[in-house]
C-alpha cells in the first residue's frame, strides 16, 4: 500500500507539473485528469475509498468532462498552441515560482515541526461515517453548499427557458401531421 | 517489505490466474456476442445471418478478427496522435476494470471492493473520456458532433443510473456487490425496486450508447459518429468496448436487481449466465425493434421522466427503509 | 411508451414466422423460364444458326456490349462473322430480344455468371450459340420469310403466295 501511495503521489505531481507547463489545452486537461485519478488512489490508501470513489466521478468523471466539452468547441489550432508556448516564456516563470517555492517553504516548515501526518493503511473511512459527519457537526455547511447548488440550478433553468410560442409550435406540429396523413397511428 | 512468504506468493498467483481468467472469458464473450447479435437479428428479420464459417457460423467472430487485424491501422494526417491512439484503449481499459468487482459466483469474482457500486459508476463515467477524445482527436466535424452528443448523453444518463442504484444500496446497506446479492436471498431487488430497475437498465443502454440511444453514431446524420476516422484494430477496440458494454450492463443488471447467482437446483454460475444471457439477448431485441429519438427527445427524456422517477424511488426507500429499521 | 413496447413483443414474435431468404448455394430459387438472365443465340430446328447478322440486338442495346459483324455463305444466306457480348456491360433488359426479328438471341434463366478474370465476360459466338431452339420451337425464320436464298426462291415459303409479275397485265 505504501508503494502505491508513494506512485500515485509522484505521479500526481508530474502530472499537475504537466498541466501547467503544456502548450496544448486539450493535453493539458488530460494530464490535469490523471492528476485526479492519481490523487483517488491517494486517498484510497489513506484509508478514505468513498472519498476516492466520489473524486473519480465527480471530478474525472463529471466536471472535467464539461471542461474537455468546452475546449473542445473553442477550436483551438496550431497558431494558439504557438501563442501559448510563447507565453510560457522564462521570464513568466519567475513571479508564480517564487510564489510557489514561498508556499512550498511554508508547508515544509509546517511537516518539520511535527504535524500529525496521518498514516497509510488506516481504517477504511466508509459512507456511514462520512454521512454522520456531514450530517451531525457539519450540518450548517452542508446545507449552505445545498443552497448554493440551488440557486445555480435556479440560475440554469432560467437561463435554459424555452421562449418560444407554444400555440405556433402546435399549429406548425398539427400542419406537419396534415401533410402526413396516418402518420401517427 | 519485499519480504513475501510462500503462502502470499501461492495467493498471488492464485489471484492473477484468476483475474485473467475472467477477463479472457468476458473479453471472449464479448467477441462472441457479435455473432450472436448478428444470428437474432436475422431470426427477428426472418433471415439467417452468418452461417458459413464454422457449425452455425461461430466462426464468423474468427474471420472477422482476422480481417480486422490485416486491415491498414490508419492514423489521419490531420490527427492529435498521441489521443487518437489513446481514446480506444479507454474504453475497454474501463470496462474491463469494472468487471473487476462483478461477482460471478460465491467464489469467482476478483475482487470485493467495498466501494463496489462506486468503482462501477466511476469507470463507466471515465468511459466517456474514450468517446469524446476519440471525437475530438479525429478532428472531423462529424467525429467531434459525435463526441459532444455523448459527452452530455453519458454525463445525463449517468445521473439516473447512479440515483436508480441508490435504491438497491439502501435496501442492502453497503455498496459490496456481493453483500447486495446476499442481501437478495427471500427476494430479487426487482420486485420492489422495479421503477429503478427500469431507470438502471435505460441509463445502462445510454451509457454505453447501443440501440436506440446510439444517437453518437447515429449512421444516417453523422456517418459513424465519433469512429469515423478509426479504422483496423483502433476501430475493432471501439467495437469489442461496446459488446463489453452490453455484458457488464447484462450482469450489472443480473447482480444488481435479479439476484446474481442466486437460483434453485442449478450451480450458481449457470443461474448467473442465465440470467446475464437473457439480457444480452434482450439487448439485441431492442436494437432490432425500436427506433432511435430525436436529440432532445433523448434529453428531455432523462431530464424530465427518468429524474423525478429516481428521486421519487429513493425518497420512498429510504423512508420505507428507516420506518422498518 | 406502449407503442415501443407493442414493437418489442412483435418484433419478439418474429422468432416464430418462417425465413424469407433462402442458402442460396445449397437451395437454388426457382427461376421463371422468362428470367431474364445470360443470353444465348439459338438455332432453327434444322440446326442451323438463327441469326442473320441484321445487327438490331446490337442497336436496340441500350449499354451497347452487343458486337455483330457480318457475313454471306455462297447461298446467298447472311450470318454473324462474329457475335460478341460483354456480359460485364450487360444489363439484362431483354431489348435485344425483343428487337430480334429471328428469335435467334434469347435470354435465359441462369444468373451464375461469375469470373475472376474480367475479360472472362466477354463471350464469343461459340460461346453463346447453343444446339436447340430456346423458347421458339419449330420456328425458323428462313422458312417463313420472303427471301430468296439456299435453294429456296422467292415465294416458295410457307404461307407465302408466288410473286407477282409485274411486267404483264394478265391477272
Known amino acids: ?185 | 517489505m519485499f519480504g513475501f512468504s510462500t503462502d502470499t506468493l501461492i495467493d498471488f498467483a492464485f489471484t492473477a490466474f484468476e483475474t485473467i481468467a475472467i477477463l479472457l472469458a468476458v473479453v471472449i464473450a464479448a467477441a462472441l456476442l457479435i455473432w450472436v447479435e448478428r444470428r437474432l437479428l436475422g431470426v427477428w428479420q426472418d433471415r439467417y445471418g452468418p452461417n458459413r464459417v464454422g457449425p452455425f457460423g461461430i466462426l464468423q467472430v474468427a474471420a472477422d478478427m482476422i480481417k480486422i487485424f490485416f486491415k491498414e491501422d490508419w492514423i489521419p494526417p490531420f490527427a492529435d496522435k498521441a489521443v487518437f491512439v489513446i481514446a480506444p484503449a479507454i474504453i475497454m481499459f474501463t470496462t474491463l476494470m469494472a468487471f473487476a468487482v462483478v461477482p460471478f459466483t460465491e467464489t469467482i469474482g476478483v475482487v470485493d471492493l467495498n466501494i463496489g457500486i462506486l468503482f462501477v459508476l466511476a469507470m463507466s463515467s471515465l468511459g466517456v473520456y474514450s468517446v469524446i477524445l476519440a471525437g475530438w482527436s479525429s478532428d472531423n466535424k462529424y467525429a467531434l458532433l459525435g463526441g459532444m452528443r455523448t459527452a452530455a448523453q453519458m454525463i445525463s444518463y449517468e445521473v439516473f443510473m447512479g440515483l436508480s442504484l441508490l435504491g438497491v444500496v439502501l435496501l442492502a446497506g453497503s455498496f459490496d456487490l456481493r453483500a447486495i446479492v446476499e442481501s437478495q436471498a427471500g427476494m430479487w431487488n426487482v420486485i420492489p425496486q422495479f421503477p429503478a430497475f427500469v431507470i438502471f437498465f435505460i441509463a445502462g443502454i445510454a451509457e454505453i450508447h447501443r440501440a436506440p440511444f446510439d444517437l453518437p453514431e447515429a449512421e444516417q446524420e453523422l456517418t459513424a459518429g465519433y469512429h469515423t476516422e478509426y479504422s483496423g484494430m483502433k476501430f475493432g477496440m471501439f467495437f469489442v468496448g461496446e459488446y463489453l458494454g452490453i455484458v457488464l450492463i447484462s450482469c450489472l443488471t443480473t447482480v444488481l436487481f435479479f439476484g446474481g447467482w442466486l437460483g434453485p437446483i442449478l450451480p450458481g454460475f449457470v443461474w448467473f449466465a442465465l440470467k446475464a444471457g437473457f439480457f444480452i439477448c434482450f439487448f439485441v431485441l431492442l436494437r432490432a425493434a425500436t427506433v432511435r429519438p430525436r436529440y432532445d427527445q433523448l434529453m428531455a427524456f432523462g431530464w424530465k421522466i427518468l429524474l423525478p422517477i429516481a428521486l421519487v424511488n429513493v425518497a420512498i426507500t429510504g423512508a420505507v427503509v428507516v420506518a422498518m429499521a | 411508451m406502449l407503442s415501443v413496447l407493442r414493437t418489442i413483443w412483435m418484433t419478439l414474435m418474429h422468432t416464430f414466422r418462417k425465413r424469407d431468404t433462402v442458402l442460396y448455394p445449397e437451395e437454388k430459387p426457382y427461376l421463371p423460364p422468362r428470367y431474364r438472365g445470360r443470353i444465348v443465340l439459338t438455332r432453327d430446328p434444322d440446326g442451323a444458326e438463327r441469326c442473320v447478322a441484321c445487327n438490331l440486338c446490337s442497336v436496340a442495346c441500350p449499354v451497347d456490349c452487343i458486337s455483330v459483324v457480318k457475313a454471306e455463305d455462297e447461298s446467298g444466306r447472311w450470318y454473324p462473322e462474329t457475335f460478341r457480348i460483354n456480359f460485364s456491360r450487360c444489363i439484362y433488359c431483354g431489348y435485344c430480344e425483343e428487337a430480334c426479328p429471328t428469335y435467334a438471341i434469347q435470354l435465359t434463366p441462369d444468373f451464375e455468371m461469375g469470373e475472376f478474370d474480367r475479360q472472362n465476360m466477354v463471350y464469343e459466338k461459340s460461346d453463346l450459340t447453343i444446339s436447340g431452339v430456346g423458347k421458339r420451337p419449330g420456328y425458323n425464320f428462313y422458312r417463313v420469310a420472303g427471301m430468296a436464298v439456299g435453294g429456296k426462291d422467292k415465294g416458295e415459303a410457307e404461307n407465302e403466295a408466288a410473286p407477282i409479275d409485274v411486267k404483264t397485265l394478265l391477272p
Open chain 1, 1 to 185: 500500500m505504501e508503494i502505491a501511495f508513494y506512485l500515485a503521489a509522484i505521479v500526481a505531481v508530474a502530472a499537475t507539473a504537466r498541466v501547467i507547463s503544456c502548450a496544448n489545452a486539450v493535453h493539458a486537461l488530460l494530464y490535469l485528469i490523471v492528476s485526479l485519478l492519481s490523487v483517488a488512489i491517494v486517498f484510497y490508501t489513506l484509508g478514505a475509498p468513498f472519498a476516492a470513489a466520489l473524486e473519480v466521478i465527480v471530478y474525472a468523471g463529471a466536471i472535467m468532462v464539461l471542461f474537455v466539452f468546452v475546449i473542445m468547441m473553442l477550436n483551438l489550432n496550431q497558431e494558439t498552441v504557438a501563442r501559448e508556448r510563447s507565453w510560457l516564456a522564462p521570464r513568466v516563470w519567475i513571479g508564480p515560482g517564487v510564489l510557489g517555492v514561498v508556499l512550498i517553504g511554508v508547508l515544509a516548515v509546517a511537516l518539520a515541526s511535527g504535524g500529525s501526518m496521518g498514516n497509510v493503511d488506516s481504517t477504511p473511512l466508509m459512507a456511514e461515517r462520512i454521512g454522520m459527519t456531514m450530517f451531525g457537526p457539519y450540518v450548517l455547511i452542508v446545507e449552505l453548499a445545498a443552497f448554493v447548488l440551488l440557486g445555480a440550478l435556479v440560475v440554469a433553468a432560467h437561463l435554459g427557458r424555452d421562449d418560444r410560442d407554444v400555440a405556433e409550435e402546435k399549429r406548425v406540429a398539427a400542419a406537419r401531421g396534415r401533410r402526413h396523413p396516418g402518420g401517427e397511428q
